[in-house]
Each structure stands twice: as C-alpha cells, then as structure tokens.
C-alpha cells in the first residue's frame, strides 16, 4: 500500500517503529517545512502522490516513507503500524472553495477518521484548525472562549469550525487520543508556499508584483474607519509555526501525562496585528525598490466575507509553556526575501 516511484520507498511494514511520525499534508507548504525540521524522527509522509514530485521548492527535502492520501486510512486500519504521533496538517485549504460536500469529505471525515485511529490505538494526535473559523472577528480571537460560538464566513472555515466542535464534543464524551492538540493557524507566510497559487501569501504575491512590474496591487478599504492599506491581519512566519507544532509534539511524546500540553484547541499567530501596507513596505525594502501600490476595489463575491482585522490571543499557548519569542514582520520577510532572491539566483 506504500507508494513507489518517491523519495524512499517502504519495503517493509516492520520499518514503521515506535519513532515513526505520520504527518499528513507533508507536500503542502506548512507540511513539508514541517517535515523537514523534523530529521531526528523516522518519517511516514501523506500527501497526494503527484505533490510530492512537481513541486520544486521542496525537491531537496527528504520525506522518509510516502503513502497516497487516498490510501492511507485503509493501510493504517490493515498494519496497524507503530507510530509516535500524528500530525495532521492535511486539507483542503482554498478558502474561495463553495463545494461543501468536498470540504466535509477533505476536511471533517477525513479527520474524524483520523481521529477515530488514534483513539483506538492510543496514538497522540495533532492537527491543524484554522483563524477562519473566526469569522469577521466579531466575537474576538479568543482560543479560551466558547468555540461552538462562531460564525465561520465562507465554507472553508464551516468546515474547519466542524470539525474543532465535533473533536470537543469527543472530548466531553471521554472518546479522545491520550493526547490531542489543534492549532488555529492565522496568516501563514515562508518559502515552500509557491505551489498555492492564489492562495499563496502576501508577502510572494508583492515579491512576484515588485520583480515583474515595480509596484504592488492592493485591495481598497470598503470601510469609512479603515484606511487604504490599513487592513490588518496577524502575519506569522512558517518557522514559527514548525517550532510551536515541534514544542508540542516533544511535550505529547516525551513528558509524563501530566506534564503535557493540555488537551484542546490553541491559537497560532503572533499576537500582533500589522497592516497590509507595513507588510509589503517591508518587501520593497528588502529590494530596496521605491514604494508603489496600485490600489483596487475588493471583488464584489468576497467583499462581504473579507476581514479588516485578525490578532490572535496568544495567552493559553504560553500559559501551556511555549514562551519563545515570534519572528517579527521585519525579520520574516528579511529572511523569506533573502532565501526567494538566493533560490533565484541560482536558478540562472
């Protein structure tokens, strides 16, 4: 059932041992950085085959053993193979995706599956929710807070918000892996994303406007309180993210119960909001090319679920012990823009 033709081809059910991490989503952007901080463990990536080859911002990362998404929940309940943990950063995440039976199947079954695996088989279990099921904000971003509450805008944060209720309703009932953590990512940005397209973040969108036409397209504020530019959202470099889902998974693996991350839902941004005009004055900067936005209307089909403004409430993940400091929007975007222009480079 393990798929051939990739990095490293299992040939043995007997190679996946007590160190061996699943992690799913392992060819996305946030999965394969994922991946490739984690060289001290023995690897079983979950992807669809075909992300794992065309790809070329993660051809130098080694992804251990591969297996087929659409194989893995039939291989699993047939070896019931050892593993360490799960971490599950596997979905859908077009947030302009209207198919709702598509998003339940990407991302509620598939997960409650999961789940359901690591439950039965003891196995910690760490996944990715969404800042999405926040919503217009309204309520806050308060990962202490009722989660059942809010009110998602479009259908990928429905799903997300599906299933973060359904794993607490497990909770309540006592039907949960020993260990469970999820993490609401807010706006994710780094190398390795190029693959996402219009999904990708800001940060490559100004980059790719900067180098091809010196100036940079940004959305109008539709709001009289809110000036051009001055939509703000909770930026957090991917390095960030690997090191809290890293702190977790050492906490959930290697310390006494009692000693763990607490069971539930965390926030992951950085607790700073910062506005779309400090993010891509930043980026002209590190060109060092002179600022230039060309400004245009938000289209109509999203205007009504665009967010003005996201900042995560980082207080329960600290509470829990992670007390690093986050990469700020400077630093970020200094790094991601050094290693875009040294990739470039190279490719000459």
């Not at 393990?2 to 490293?8: E, F």
């Not at 070329?56 to 050892?82: C, M, V, Y």
């Not at 079954?109 to 099921?133: C, G, V």
Request: proline share 3%; glycine share 6%.
């Amino acid at each position: 059932m393990i798929a051939t033709g990739c990095r490293r081809n299992l040939c043995n059910d007997d190679e996946i041992t007590m160190s061996t991490l699943l992690i799913t989503g392992a060819a996305g952007f946030i999965g394969s950085c994922f991946v490739e901080a984690c060289k001290e463990h023995k690897i079983l990536s979950c992807d669809s085959l075909e992300h794992f080859k065309n790809r070329t911002e993660h051809s130098k990362i080694s992804f251990g053993s591969i297996i087929d998404r659409e194989k893995l929940l039939q291989w699993l309940n047939l070896a019931r193979p050892h593993l360490s943990a799960i971490v599950h950063l596997g979905a859908c995440t077009d947030t302009t995706q209207t198919d709702g039976a598509y998003l339940t199947k990407m991302n509620v079954q598939y997960s409650q599956s999961l789940w359901k695996y690591a439950t039965d088989e003891k196995i910690p279990f760490i996944y990715a929710s969404s800042a999405a099921t926040y919503g217009d904000g309204q309520q806050g971003y308060d990962d202490e807070r009722s989660i059942s509450s809010l009110k998602p805008l479009n259908p990928y944060g429905q799903s997300k918000q599906d299933f973060d209720v359904w794993a607490l309703e497990q909770e309540k009932i006592g039907y949960h892996p020993p260990s469970w953590n999820a993490f609401k990512f807010f706006n994710v940005y780094g190398y390795g994303e190029r693959h996402k397209g219009n999904m990708a973040s800001v940060v490559l969108k100004a980059y790719d406007q900067i180098q091809a036409f010196g100036f940079v397209k940004l959305f109008r504020s539709h709001r009289p309180d809110i000036a051009d530019g001055e939509q703000k959202r909770d930026f957090i470099f991917v390095n960030d993210v690997v090191d809290v889902l890293k702190f977790t998974l050492l906490s959930v693996t290697q310390m006494a119960a009692a000693e763990r991350v607490h069971r539930g839902i965390y926030n992951l941004g950085t607790g700073h909001a910062r506005s779309f005009l400090d993010l891509v004055t930043c980026v002209f900067q590190e060109l060092n090319i002179p600022r230039k936005i060309e400004w245009m209307a938000t289209p109509e089909n999203i205007r009504d679920q665009y967010q003005y403004f996201t900042q995560a409430s980082m207080g329960k993940l600290h509470h829990a012990g992670y007390t690093k400091e986050f990469t700020s929007l400077e630093q970020g975007i200094h790094q991601y823009i050094t290693k875009l222009l040294s990739r470039s480079s190279r490719s000459l």
